[in-house]
């Protein structure tokens, strides 16, 4: 199966961001769920810079209610946001693509470091 054009342009733009391959699997997998989200609903527009942040919103707010991974929603979120601001989407439109989060202090590892555990606040 080839890859659809939004799926092509997040390519573009992890190589000019320069991700390395741990950033490039994430982005892919998380606009692949993105696009498969939206697909028995809406269309897919053919550029990124047409996308429509509320689809994005929403299904980053679906992603985490079903989250097991809080690093990793960060990452995918992270993601989402680097190509959007790559294609041309100014930083104070992406204000919504957000999750609220809650860190927790635990007690300090064997080496007296500091450690916390993050929760998400739904």
């Known amino acids: 199966m080839s890859d659809s054009s939004l799926l092509k342009q997040v390519k573009r733009c992890a190589d000019k961001i320069g991700c390395n391959d741990m950033m490039r699997a994430i982005?892919?997998?998380?606009?692949?769920?993105?696009?498969?989200?939206?697909a028995p609903y809406s269309s897919l527009p053919g550029r990124l810079p047409d996308l429509d942040l509320a689809l994005l919103a929403g299904f980053i707010q679906a992603r985490s209610k079903r989250c097991v991974d809080v690093e990793l929603l960060l990452l995918e979120i992270t993601c989402i946001r680097m190509v959007l601001l790559e294609s041309g989407f100014l930083r104070n439109?992406?204000?919504?693509?957000?999750?609220r989060i809650r860190r927790d202090r635990l007690a300090n590892d064997e080496n007296?470091?500091?450690?916390?555990?993050?929760t998400l606040c739904i």
């Open 27 to 38: 982005m892919s997998n998380v606009w692949l769920e993105f696009e498969r989200s939206i």
């Open 112 to 118: 007296g470091k500091y450690r916390f555990a993050k």
């Open 93 to 99: 439109q992406l204000s919504e693509l957000s999750v």
